[in-house]
């Protein structure tokens, strides 16, 4: 299985030390499959058909933490051509933000969507500030009875890891959850968005917190074992 790791690689963030490490126990966990992860810089996915011709290739797409990315539009190319070509996708910290901000322009037709990191005057500030910052929190995370990400955990909750300062505007919530095909499908204990997924799609889900980091204990993740097992099967 090729896995195209969307982002801009940096040796010293945490989470692109433990994502290989994260596919390569939920390989073992889809009874010994192999994933061969490669790094893909957002800067060669902008432009005209410029995602579809480098991700082609691969069998799913991890659009990584460590945001702002060299090219937001490399990103949203590449979450963009995840989901519509059906491609297994996950998006972790950044990776949620921006699959957020995908949907909501090019699914919604919400063109104005934006980033207050990258756009702090922006007028649709979709992503904004966390009330309280999240850079090496853990926190609860209550799954929604029903969707995939329960499934997936089989529980109906779990203790997960954060590095980051944006997530989802709650001023917008209701417009992205009008959308009959994103469901949020986890919480933490105030009720605030913590994933999302598409019901419609073969697997598609982004986590505010980074899963991979449970890799870094030696354990495998249940949203990273059904990401791979996906790309597997897809």
Do not use: K
Request: aromatic content about 8%; some cysteine.
């Amino acid at each position: 299985m090729r896995i195209a790791l969307v982002g801009d690689y940096d040796p010293a963030v945490t989470a692109h030390q433990a994502i290989p490490r994260a596919l390569e126990l939920a390989a073992a966990a889809a009874g010994g499959a192999r994933a061969e992860p490669e790094w893909v810089h957002t800067s060669g996915l902008a432009g005209p058909g410029a995602a579809e011709a480098r991700l082609a290739a691969f069998d799913a797409v991890w659009c990584v933490p460590a945001s702002p990315y060299a090219s937001m539009d490399g990103a949203l190319s590449a979450i963009r051509f995840a989901r519509e070509r059906g491609r297994p996708f996950l998006g972790t910290c950044g990776g949620f933000q921006h699959a957020l901000i995908e949907y909501a322009r090019n699914a919604l037709g919400l063109a104005d969507a934006d980033h207050a990191e990258t756009a702090p005057g922006a007028a649709f500030p979709l992503i904004a500030p966390l009330a309280c910052s999240m850079v090496e929190v853990t926190g609860t995370v209550r799954l929604l009875p029903g969707s995939r990400a329960a499934a997936l955990y089989g529980a109906p909750e779990a203790r997960e890891g954060y590095h980051c300062n944006f997530g989802l505007n709650p001023r917008f919530r209701a417009l992205l959850e009008r959308s009959p095909d994103l469901a949020v499908s986890g919480v933490d204990e105030a009720g605030d968005v913590r994933i999302v997924e598409l019901a419609s799609h073969p697997f598609f889900v982004a986590t505010l917190f980074q899963p991979e980091r449970w890799a870094l204990g030696g354990r495998a993740h249940p949203v990273v074992n059904g990401f791979v097992a996906a790309a597997r099967d897809s």
